[in-house]
């Protein structure tokens, strides 16, 4: 269940390298400079510590998109239409505008971690039990790879898919980033650690965009994560002198805007633009981005009485989602009006 790794996502910010949740897919609904958006938030609320409900929000407005065990874990958009991936008790599943439907045509131990849409056709990445592998309108094939795989992101730019993840000799092995092109295998091993994972994926006119986390261990032999930028075989190391982790990626014109945040005491969380950090002191966890000409939309989560609660903001100024069960927002998606 992507619950589980939901809960390793979420000690200190972190671990994205370890659990392979993030996969955050931005979307060309993200981006752009004129006309009113309606925003909307995707997100888990918990029932019990162990329990989540599988939630979206539309201008903070709260919809349950099931009322049994259920979770989600991304989102996109295209035009007006809204997608979510996730899963309830029937297995793997995307709801469009509230709709439920099933990832794969025939049910196989496929499970996904982001989503794209484009023209008709819906589109998951994620891993078999160790193999990487996407998913078109239910079908799924597998990812070509040397030995141990998984996909975190997927793009789709006219007829090319583009997957994001990592792959490892074997279980237990250093993971190395990587991406695959129509199912054509590229390393992203030159200027990056290795035991690291390709998290997010953007193609945007012509040029491809990578936001790599990467586990590095200091001379006390204490792991250090990192965020590294991959553009068209060029490495932009993002944080050089702290502790970061990255959860989603967003390109708008030239801007590159990256959300996340550091890893160690006082636990700062926001984004990178252009690789500048930008935290808000309200935020707790930082985990998708979505950008509208000069406007900035985190989906997160604050603390109150100790306890995580779904929000967003928007250029560093909070709406509260929900201030009664823990929550937490995990994707968002601007659709215009």
């Known amino acids: 269940m ?5 809960s390793s996502l979420l000690i200190g910010i972190v671990a994205i390298t370890a659990c392979k949740k993030s996969g955050q897919n931005p979307d060309p609904g993200n981006t752009g400079t004129t006309g009113e958006m309606d925003t909307y938030i995707c997100g888990n609320l918990f029932l ?7 939630t979206y929000w539309k201008n903070g407005l709260q919809t349950t998109l099931n009322n049994d065990f259920s979770d989600v874990c991304c989102m996109t958009s295209q035009a007006k239409d809204v997608y979510i991936l996730g899963e309830d008790h029937n297995g793997e599943c995307y709801w469009k505008n509230g709709i439920r439907f099933q990832v794969e045509n025939k049910k196989t131990s496929y499970i996904p971690f982001a989503i794209a849409v484009q023209g008709n056709d819906v589109y998951t990445a994620g891993h078999f039990s160790d193999t990487a592998a996407y998913c078109k309108n ?3 094939t597998k990812l070509s790879s040397p030995g141990y795989s998984v996909a975190t992101g997927i793009a789709v730019s006219g007829s090319d898919v583009y997957v994001c993840g990592d792959y490892a000799a074997s279980p237990g092995f250093y993971h190395v980033p990587c991406y695959w092109k129509n199912g054509v295998l590229t390393l992203l091993n030159k200027d990056i650690p290795k035991n690291a994972t390709a998290i997010a994926i ?3 006119g012509g040029d491809i965009h990578v936001i790599v986390n990467a586990a ?3 001379q ?3 792991q250090l994560d990192h965020i590294f930028y991959w553009k068209n075989g060029v490495v ?3 944080d050089k002198d702290v502790s970061s982790s990255a959860t989603g990626l967003c390109v708008s014109g030239n801007d590159v805007y990256i959300s996340g945040g550091e890893n160690i005491a006082p636990f700062k969380a926001g984004y990178w633009k252009n690789g500048t950090f930008v935290s808000f002191p309200d935020m707790r966890y930082s985990l998708a981005i979505a950008v509208h000409g000069n406007d900035v939309y985190i989906a997160g989560a604050y603390l109150s009485g100790g306890v995580s609660y779904a929000g967003y903001w928007k250029n560093g100024t909070i709406t509260k989602l929900n201030q009664t069960l823990s929550s937490y927002a995990l994707g968002i998606t601007l659709v215009p009006r």
Do not use: C, E, F, R
């Open 2 to 6: 992507k619950i589980k790794l939901l």
């Open 48 to 54: 019990t510590p162990s329990v989540p409900q599988a």
């Open 220 to 222: 006390s032999n204490q």
């Open 236 to 238: 932009t190391p993002i």
């Open 138 to 140: 239910g079908i799924t």
């Open 202 to 204: 953007v193609v945007n």
């Open 216 to 218: 590095l261990t200091d």
